[in-house]
């Protein structure tokens, strides 16, 4: 359809099945039609067969190609739909389309009669479903909703009937059933009226033998890809067994088998599953079973379809659909949306469609229609007959030839059918000659063009629908040369080169460039800034490549253009670089400390390789390290070498670097891995060192060797040591690699004896090296005897000071003491602890209970461990200080003197005796606290600066400090004095006291006026 802008209907979207809900909302159904199409298609609709009148009928309209159906009913709008689509080049019809409703009707009303039965027997509850559509799924209420009947090997509800089948009744049945219904679309239930179930009295139902009541059909037709589910349930006393088989074959794996063997389920449905199958029906009584055909068919599937085709009248058009199916689809033709039969120039046969000798009448749409009984498939395609005079385009036509070369003249016009075509020039008819000949396409050929051949040649065509003819103008040019120079260079990487293109030609052509990299273009912006273009003369351009890469390296070429010609120069450009990687690194033998590596050589990119470097990692290197090697250099015609001072039992891989005059290249793909074999270690523990531990131990300690160099399986270390001046070693094996001290105990040697001490290793190939002798000291234990002259006396209520002196000096030196306490009405174990922080000899316990009797111990520790206690030393706490606070505070401000009396504090029995108070004076705002004492209860104090000071008062007592009075805020004013006359009085008490007190103080003090202040 290139050169067309007209085209026939072609399908976007084909009406699909549809369920419509009767109770919806929208009240409208829509059926989809869409169509591309120049000009215009135009849509109309059919229902089973008869065309829809969209106009007469109030209830349709067509939207687009959309059909509309407003108020749809079953009665009236049920069935199949296909949409017509035409325009002046043809017409399609679609697929037809299933509209279907979705509905839900109630049960009738009328009461349901009992269903009186014996135990034992069998029973059957119909449900008799209202009418539904599409299918509806069955489950039954037992008295009532929502407690349902539980499917098992005696019950089952058959989804085809909706029947309740119970295969032997027992007295727990008994009771009222309602048989619910659902319609898959729409979701709806409704309920059936109940059907009672009664137990007859006359007896059980003695044993029977199974009755099939339930079965799928002989023949049931499935659709691959969907789940098939069989039924099958028998009544039967006892409860029956069932079983099913595939006659003739197995049922298949993916089957489930579901409600107690009731339902086989098979998904995903194919067309091996069809078959005979069978279900059994068992008990002790018996058997029975029932057979039927599963057939799996499937809808007709296209394999290839029809394109749209352009002919020439008098051509001969065949076209050919094929499609899948099961059973096999049969095929039919419609031209127009017509049915299309054989005629005289007309053959069909298996989906083929021939027609002779096409004339324009046979334009139109076409379509092949794949069916069988289960649907039906369409293809479409256009058929546009051509019928032109000839045409030209472009016309006149201008040629260049170069001179001594061949020249084509082509002659095509745009003409249907084929035009007669024929050749002159002026007025002469050309005759075919060695130099001048006519080709089958009707091209002219020129061989070899001379001077002579400039001019115009004139090719006319002719048809039954007119003629037309062409000129072609042509001009006869010099050859062009073209030189690439220099024309093989050789550069190192990083150096830059130019390559220089010149052409010589016909001065009135214009001449255009290119140049190729190994034969494709080069692209200038891609390459980063190294190829650089520059046109010095109308006739040469230069190539620079600056700072050159080994990529650069290649077959540069220069091509040049002109209207009449073309030519191509070629230059090699090498570029000598670092040696590529060198192959496959081979580990030719693996000893101990040495491996023997070969490799071949990579490319030596125009340097040859001078050297060689082994490199080799390991999960105990950082990275790859270079390796000593044999011989030392590898030199560049090598290769093969030995890595030499590896280590052993360690797992290495190695790789190959070359370098050349240019420098050093990329590294070989590493070897595998491989390790190297095993032997007697060779590196001695180091830091060995000791000391500390318990009484009698001596403890030796060293940094382990690691993993790099314990050289095989089995490593582990030897600990020696002697007493100072003794001769013989004693030796002893610690068998963990990881392990990085050894303890050793005897009761005989003193603390803090001397030892000579080394450490050596091992492994399952002999003994390593020992370390340098070190000195190592015995443990000098823990401390061995108690404090001495521990005294406790207490300070106040919560406080209790201890004191002692430390054991006699000696090995077992106390680093701290911790003092244990506890009140002498409980045990030990209950009491506290306390270490100090250091090793003083003194501590204040604090936080006891007042007026209490503690006992005390102290023992020393140090790192080892804890030294015996001492005895138990007692002391008591002093009664607890009096709970009631100063009270009654009056203060006589007079200048920055304040003078203040409060009542006496009264102590209980149960409390310490009073010996005094403290006063605390702070300044707002500022940390710092004054305190003063006094005997008395009353005090002067002097406020210096200017500020709120806040005044506290607390009763001191031999148990402590009492509770803290009421805060007292005085104010004094910054940098006046306050005149010597004048005093304030003050007060925390009620009116009448403070009068009384006013009284009092007016009596005795000397000033002339008074203020009082509350």
């Known amino acids: ?134 299918e509806i799924m069955y489950s039954w209420v037992f008295n009532e909703f929502p407690s349902f009947v539980a499917e098992d090997s005696r019950r089952f509800i058959s989804q085809v009937t909706g029947n309740l089948y119970v295969s032997k009744v027992q007295p727990s049945d008994v009771g009222s059933y309602i048989c619910l219904v659902k319609n898959t679309v729409t979701n709806a239930r409704v309920l059936s009226p109940p059907t009672p179930l009664t137990l007859r009295t006359d007896g059980l139902m003695g044993e029977y033998e199974p009755k099939i009541e339930v079965h799928f059909p002989l023949s049931v037709p499935a659709a691959r890809g969907v789940t098939v589910r069989l039924e099958c349930f028998a009544l039967g006393n006892p409860v029956p067994t069932i079983t099913w088989r595939k006659m003739n074959g197995n049922i298949p794996k993916k089957a489930r088998l579901r409600k107690s063997q009731a339902v086989l389920e098979i998904p995903n449905v194919q067309l091996e599953d069809s078959g005979t199958y069978e279900c059994k029906a068992e008990n002790p009584r018996g058997g029975t079973a029932f057979k039927g055909h599963l057939q ?148 002219l050929r020129i061989i070899n063009s001379t001077r002579s051949d400039e001019g115009n040649y004139v090719c006319r065509a002719e048809n039954q629908f007119g003629s037309a003819e062409m000129t072609a103008m042509l001009w006869v040019k010099e050859a062009m040369r073209v030189d690439l120079s220099p024309s093989r260079v050789e550069v190192t990487v990083g150096e830059s ?35 650089e273009y520059t046109q010095t003369q109308s006739s040469t351009v230069d190539l620079m490549i600056r700072s050159i ?87 560049g015609d090598m290769e093969s070498a030995m890595a030499v001072e590896l280590n052993p039992w360690v797992d290495y891989e190695f790789r190959v670097v070359a370098s050349n005059a240019i420098g050093t290249g990329d590294p070989s793909a590493p070897s595998r891995g491989v390790r190297t074999k ?54 002893k094996m610690v068998t963990s690699a990881d392990s990085t001290m050894y303890k050793y105990r005897d009761e005989t040697f003193p603390p803090l004896t001397p030892f000579e001490v080394k450490v050596g290793v091992y ?14 000291y015995s443990a000098e234990g823990e401390p061995r005897e108690a404090p001495s002259e521990v005294k406790a006396s207490s300070i106040s209520s919560s406080e209790i000071k201890v004191t002692w002196r430390p054991p ?68 008591k706490t002093k009664k607890d200080p009096p709970v009631q606070p100063p009270a009654n ?43 003063m004492r006094t005997i008395t209860p009353s005090a002067v104090l002097s406020l210096p600066e200017g500020g709120t000071y806040i005044i506290e008062v607390r009763a001191v007592s031999e148990g402590g400090e009492g509770a803290t009075s009421s805060q007292v805020r005085v104010l004094t004013s910054s940098g006046v004095r306050v005149k010597s006359g004048q005093r304030s009085v003050h007060s925390l008490l009620p009116w009448d006291c403070l009068l009384a007190l006013a009284l009092r103080i007016s009596q005795s003090g000397p000033g002339p006026a008074k203020e009082i202040h509350s």
Not at 311 to 339: F, I, M, V
Not at 499 to 528: I, K, Y
Not at 901 to 930: A, C, F, M, T
């Open 1 to 134: 359809h290139s050169e067309r802008e007209e085209l026939g209907p072609v399908f976007v979207q084909e009406p699909h099945d549809a369920i419509f809900a009767l109770d919806s909302e929208e009240k409208k159904v829509m059926m989809s039609c869409e169509a591309r199409g120049n000009p215009a298609p135009v849509y109309s609709w059919f229902i089973n067969g008869t065309a829809v009148d969209v106009e007469a009928d109030y209830r349709y309209s067509l939207i687009d190609g959309n059909l509309i159906i407003a108020n749809a009913s079953e009665t009236a709008d049920y069935g199949r739909y296909q949409c017509k689509v035409e325009n002046s080049y043809g017409t399609v019809l679609s697929r037809d389309a299933l509209l279907q409703f979705a509905y839900l009707g109630s049960f009738s009303g009328r009461t349901r009669g009992g269903v009186s039965v014996r135990e034992g027997q069998g029973v059957v509850l119909m449900c008799t479903p209202p009418p539904h559509s599409p």
């Open 296 to 443: 799996v068919y499937t809808f007709p599937q296209w394999i290839s379809t029809i394109n749209d085709s352009q002919l020439d009248s008098g051509d001969q058009l065949h076209w050919e659909c094929k499609a899948t199916g099961k059973p096999r689809p049969t095929y039919r033709w419609l031209r127009n949306g017509e049915p299309f039969t054989p005629q005289s120039r007309v053959e069909m046969v298996n989906g083929e469609l021939i027609i002779q000798k096409v004339q324009q009448a046979d334009s139109g749409m076409y379509q092949c229609v794949a069916e069988n009984k289960y649907g039906a498939i369409y293809c479409s395609a256009e058929l546009h007959i051509l019928a032109s005079p000839p045409v030209f385009s472009p016309n006149p036509v201008r040629l260049i030839a170069t001179l001594g070369k061949d020249m084509l003249l082509a002659c095509r016009p745009r003409a249907s059918p084929k035009p007669r075509v024929t050749w002159r020039r002026g007025d002469r008819r050309i005759q075919p000659s060695r130099r001048i000949m006519l080709l089958r396409n009707n091209t």
């Open 497 to 531: 080169v130019v390559l220089s293109c010149r052409v010589s030609h016909d001065p009135s052509l214009d001449v255009a460039f290119q140049w190729l990299l190994n034969q494709q273009p080069l692209n200038f912006q891609q390459e980063g800034g190294h190829f």
């Open 549 to 635: 890469l080994l990529k650069h390296a290649g077959k540069y070429g220069c091509r040049a253009q002109t209207s009449a010609d073309t030519v191509f120069a070629e230059a090699e450009v090498l570029v000598r670089g670092p040696p590529g990687p060198p192959g496959v690194v081979i580990v030719e033998e693996i000893m101990d400390t040495t491996a023997t590596l070969s490799w071949s050589g990579g490319v030596d990119n125009h340097s040859p390789i001078s050297s060689y470097n082994l490199q080799a990692r390991s999960p105990f290197s950082l990275g790859w390290q270079t390796l000593r090697t044999d011989p030392e250099p590898v030199t």
């Open 678 to 731: 095993e032997a007697v270690p060779s590196v001695a523990p180091a830091n060995v060192s000791g000391g500390n531990g318990r009484r009698h131990e001596l403890v030796i300690s060293w940094e382990p060797v690691s993993e790099e160099f314990q050289n095989g399986e089995g490593f582990g270390y030897i600990v020696a040591f002697r007493a100072n001046g003794t001769r013989g070693w004693k030796e």
């Open 763 to 776: 492994n399952n190939k002999g003994d390593g090296p020992f370390s340098g002798v070190v000195t190592v």
């Open 808 to 875: 006699s000096p000696g090995p077992g030196r106390p680093r701290g003491y911790e003092v244990s306490y506890w009140k002498d009405s409980e045990q030990e174990e209950s009491g506290n602890r306390k270490k100090t922080a250091g090793n003083e000899t003194s501590m204040v316990l604090t936080g006891l209970e007042g007026n209490s009797v503690y006992l005390i111990t102290v023992r020393g520790f140090n790192s080892i461990g804890q030294g015996p206690a001492s005895t138990a030393s007692t002391a």
């Open 889 to 931: 505070l009056v203060w006589i401000q007079e200048g920055t003197n304040v003078s203040l009396n409060w009542d006496p504090v009264k102590s209980k029995d149960n409390e310490s005796d009073v010996i005094g108070y403290k006063v605390l004076l702070s300044q707002e705002g500022r940390v710092h606290n004054q305190v």
